[in-house]
């Protein structure tokens, strides 16, 4: 759990804040839905990712 709980606080967090900055920037601009929960978007785009990533499949693999 301490694993974890280090990888939010010193990555993650920091990715999906910027994330949902950009996200909230496109539905204020009319580029995206503005009923779209920033969370569930950021969930759905980069979740694939980082699956991808713990399966041993990700950059310099």
């Known amino acids: ?18 994330a949902t900055q950009r ?4 539905q204020r601009r009319g580029q995206i839905r503005p009923d ?3 969370d569930l978007v950021i969930e759905l785009l980069y979740g694939p990712v980082y699956y991808h990533w713990l ?6 693999t």
Not at 23 to 26: E, G, K, N, T, V
Not at 55 to 60: L, T
């Open 1 to 18: 759990m301490a694993i974890s709980r280090a990888l939010w606080d010193r990555l993650i967090s920091h990715l999906t804040s910027a």
């Open 23 to 26: 996200i909230q920037s496109a």
């Open 36 to 38: 779209l929960a920033p």
């Open 55 to 60: 399966k041993g499949h990700g950059p310099g």
